[in-house]
């Protein structure tokens, strides 16, 4: 008898490993590789968006959207303890009504504050997470006249998680950046970011990159937009320091040709000199963020952020705003020669993300 039990555990251990071989091998062969710059087509065959920027004053919104899984009501399972290994059946992805719920309440967003620039990140245009609805059709539609243009940063065939759910995986994703412009930019790109996770990690997980546009302005100068989404679970930050160090090569070399610098993104890290203690009150546990150094960027570059306003959750639950741990981590740099007119976070208590939207109205000098 036994020996029996010990056979039929060996049969099932074998399988397991069998289970585990199979996917690294799948992911490995399959794995999205992307480099360098690639120049991106527009994405919006009926836009009419005029030509040059004429005003001095331009208006820009950043907002994660979360891929429409993690609105107030939602959660994100990997997030939670065990995440990674187990998760409660049938909570891996959130239910179709609730994405399709969340995504309308993204496009009422959109269409309800308007802003020369909109910088969306984590929008799915097919995954098995957001049950394959084409989300950046939605943005689309929702300013038609824009110019758009979507930058990929995350396609895999298969993520297999949680790993002893393999019934219900995370599943197919593509997803990335969108960034909609009222101006026709003369070019615009997807620039490969450095810095990746170790095999096998790096299979399942994003391939981080900065969406570029050059938008001309009236009088021969140029406006440079980046949208970004830097890299998460990146427990030392080495990863997203790389990031970081490319971005400032990036606009420093923008902003020493003469053009305005706007970076909108979702950072995964704290601004300069943000109080994490006076936006967490009642919050039990403390759980400080990364944070960008003061030292980071020259004299002269500005962080336009909302303090009063948190831009993203914690999303391990159910948004409770009293339990959950708020922060602001969506926010804007801007060069030199832009001066800010406004900034100000869109408090929706997380109703339609994990993340919240922030706009900033700047002009130029």
């Not at 496009?107 to 997470?129: C, F, P, S």
């Not at 393999?166 to 950046?177: C, F, I, K, T």
């Not at 170790?198 to 938008?215: M, N, V, Y």
């Not at 610098?261 to 759980?287: C, E, H, L």
């Amino acid at each position: 008898m036994l020996r029996k039990l010990l056979k039929y555990l060996g049969y099932l251990v074998l399988l397991f490993v069998l289970y585990i071989v199979g996917f690294l091998i799948f992911g490995t062969l399959t794995d999205w590789q992307p480099e360098g710059t690639e120049a991106l087509q527009e994405s919006n065959g009926q836009m009419a968006a005029e030509p040059v920027i004429k005003d001095s004053i331009v208006s820009l919104m950043t907002w994660n959207v979360g891929y429409g899984g993690i609105g107030d009501k939602d959660f994100f399972f990997y997030n939670q303890a065990a995440g990674f290994w187990w998760t409660k059946p049938g909570t891996v992805r959130t239910s179709q009504e609730r994405v399709k719920s969340n995504v309308v309440g993204q496009e009422i967003t959109l269409k309800g504050n308007v802003a020369d620039i909109y910088l969306l990140q984590e929008v799915d245009t097919a995954a098995r997470r957001s049950h394959y609805m084409n989300q950046l059709a939605v943005a689309r539609d929702a300013r038609p006249d824009y110019a758009a243009h979507f930058a990929a940063n995350f396609k895999s065939k298969r993520v297999p998680l949680p790993l002893f759910q393999p019934w219900d995986h995370y599943g197919y994703v593509v997803g990335g950046l969108v960034s909609l412009s009222r101006y026709q930019p003369t070019s615009a790109e997807r620039i490969q970011l450095p810095g990746e996770y170790g095999w096998p990690t790096k299979t399942f997980q994003l391939d981080r990159c900065a969406l570029r546009q050059t938008i001309p302005v009236k009088g021969g100068k140029e406006l440079v937009v980046y949208n970004v989404h830097f890299s998460a679970y990146d427990v030392d930050g080495s990863i997203r320091g790389q990031q970081m160090a490319k971005m400032k090569e990036l606009i420093m070399e923008d902003y020493a040709a003469g053009r305005y610098v706007a970076v909108g993104a979702d950072w995964n890290q704290t601004p300069p000199g943000f109080d994490w203690f006076r936006m967490n009150p009642t919050v039990r546990t403390t759980q400080l963020p990364f944070a960008i150094g003061f030292e980071f960027m020259p004299t002269g570059w500005q962080y336009a952020f909302d303090p009063s306003v948190a831009s993203n959750r914690s999303s391990a639950a159910p948004y409770d705003r009293f339990k959950a741990r708020r922060k602001v981590i969506d926010f804007f740099l801007l060069s030199p020669n832009l001066r800010v007119k406004e900034v100000r976070g869109i408090e929706q208590e997380f109703r339609y993300s994990d993340h919240q939207p922030v706009y900033v109205e700047v002009e130029l000098l």
